[in-house]
């Protein structure tokens, strides 16, 4: 789920493997923007997912995944959000011209020299955070998902707050479901843009198919839709649910080397309307239906009002966890690791242990072999 920072406050994404750079940055830009920072790609392109960025400030050269490759996955994003992000790539003196013509071409903004000025920084980071508020702005007032032909959620917001009004006065049923692809990223990362694409469609083509005239849907992130079911109770709702499930889950893609599935889960809300709740929060509470259902080991269809088991998250172990644990075994204070790291700092020692193994076998054969010729 997307964080909700301040509305005044655009959000900036700054990668770069050197602290330095980032503090930096943090220090130029912190007062008019909600910064965030990560030491390499991978951290960078995680943080995209989950926040609404504004501006990519990135560096090249970084580990795990470097600036050409955060560049390549912005720009083929299944989520136009993303895709059509100002990255303005942050180079050295040293690097060519003929090497900025390459990342141009690949799809970079604009550049900005290290060590940049903060007049340099700050122009650039209000240049185009205001050029893409601009564009999200423009995007909201068409009220139609692009890719989809569905309402955006602002649209979702204004026709389903009427429809809940009605609702309301008249003491009529009213549900909302939220639905997701499981594993979205991993299906886009695996097979590309266009196969992704192509899922996101078909299953916006499938919720119109099965929804009624006076029904509202909405396409609200990548890979994330809502219905708006006027006149629907809880049980009917779960039956246009399983129907919708059914439907999608039947879906068969061909990625030219495969044929796959996807798996999509539902959360839903169907609010007592004789208590005094704003549309807002039966939204707020569909979404964190969905979220149950998303982490659910065993639910794929969640009320706002069920308990369902969760699977427990998977441990997120970075390279500065993996750093800190080899600290505190030189420090001697081992026993402050994490139980959740030992497995992962075990498989990063066990090449070394390897090479301390087959060093110490070859030391014994060659002493061996000195006693055997003494002899």
């Known amino acids: 789920m997307m964080s909700e920072q301040s509305a005044d406050k655009p959000e900036i994404l700054v990668v770069d493997d050197s602290k330095v750079i980032r503090l930096a940055a943090r220090k130029m830009l912190g007062t008019d923007y909600e910064i965030h920072l990560a030491e390499d790609g991978l951290v960078g392109w995680e943080i995209l997912q989950n926040n609404n960025i504004s501006v990519v400030f990135s560096d090249l050269i970084m580990p795990n995944l470097n600036g050409m490759e955060l560049l390549e996955n912005i720009r083929n994003s299944s989520d136009d959000r993303i895709a059509n992000l100002p990255v303005i ?32 920084l700050v122009s650039r980071a209000n240049s185009y955070a205001h050029l893409s508020r601009k564009v999200i702005e423009l995007e909201k007032k068409t009220g139609y998902d692009k890719l989809t032909g569905l309402y955006n959620a602002g649209m979702l917001e204004e026709q389903g707050a009427k429809a809940f009004s009605f609702a309301s006065r008249h003491k009529l049923f009213i549900s909302v479901a939220y639905f997701e692809i499981l594993d979205f990223q991993d299906l886009f990362l695996n097979y590309g843009k266009n196969v992704a694409q192509h899922i996101i469609v078909a299953v916006g083509k499938r919720l119109q198919d099965t929804m009624r005239e006076e029904d509202i849907a909405a396409r609200l992130a990548v890979a994330k839709y809502a219905l708006v079911l006027p006149m629907t109770n809880k049980k009917n709702t779960e039956l246009v649910i399983s129907r919708i499930r059914e439907s999608i889950n039947k879906l068969v893609f061909d990625t030219g080397k495969e044929k796959i599935r996807v798996n999509f889960v539902a959360g839903y809300t169907s609010p007592d309307l004789s208590s005094d709740v704003e549309f807002a929060e039966v939204l707020e509470q569909t979404d964190a239906a969905l979220q149950r259902a998303i982490i659910s080991s065993t639910e794929p269809m969640v009320s706002s009002d069920d308990e369902v088991e969760a699977a427990e998250p998977a441990v997120v172990i970075t390279e500065q966890d993996i750093e800190k644990a080899f600290a505190h075994i030189i420090e001697g204070s081992f026993y402050q690791i994490p139980d959740a790291y030992l497995a992962t700092v075990v498989e990063r020692f066990s090449p070394f242990l390897r090479y301390v193994e087959n060093q110490t076998e070859l030391e014994l054969e060659e002493n061996s072999t000195e006693k055997n010729i003494a002899l």
Do not use: L, N, R
């Open 89 to 120: 790539i942050m180079t050295g003196h040293d690097d060519s011209e003929q090497g900025k013509q390459t990342v141009f071409d690949a799809g970079a903004t604009d550049f900005i020299s290290k060590p940049f000025e903060s007049i340099d």
